[in-house]
């Protein structure tokens, strides 16, 4: 959370109680979440009840590099490298959808690399590569049946 003030405060935006309390149950949560579960989490808590509330400020975060919006899931997820200049790379496990955040500048300067011998410029870009986590690759080696 502390880099997310440093950054906000750095690019001067304002971060709102709504937008901060978003970021914070996204950080909470430890894996994506949908824009409902994040609306239910703040309707609870008197942020309102009314989609746009929710809309808003995951917007906001994606907007400003707070969180990143995982089409796959469509869901959200915090941003574990904030400030920095990233391609994310989302792990998204195919059996109980958890989420990992690679390390996203290697990725970034491979994909500049190839953009680059085509004569493209990349603006933004983020990869989601699905697969099997730690914990249910070892459930599906030893022998467990995975379901996804």
């Known amino acids: 959370m502390s880099q997310a003030e440093t950054l906000v405060a750095v690019q001067r935006l304002r971060l709102t109680p709504v937008r901060r309390r978003a970021l914070e149950i996204l950080l909470e949560a430890h894996r994506a979440l949908g824009a409902y579960e994040v609306l239910e989490r703040l309707a609870e808590e008197g942020f ?9 400020a995951l917007e906001f975060l994606v907007e400003n590099g707070l969180a990143h919006r995982i ?4 869901a959200f997820t915090a941003c574990m490298h904030p400030g920095e200049a990233h391609v994310p790379a989302f792990l998204i496990c195919r059996v109980c959808d958890s989420v990992a955040e690679a390390a996203g500048a290697p990725v970034r300067a491979a994909l500049d690399d190839a953009a680059i011998a085509l004569g493209f410029s990349v603006e933004r870009a983020s990869i989601e590569a699905v697969g099997l986590c730690p914990q249910c690759r070892a459930h599906t080696q030893a022998g467990g049946v995975a379901h996804g």
């Open 48 to 56: 309102g009840k009314q989609p746009p509330v929710a809309y808003r």
């Open 71 to 74: 089409r796959r899931l469509n």
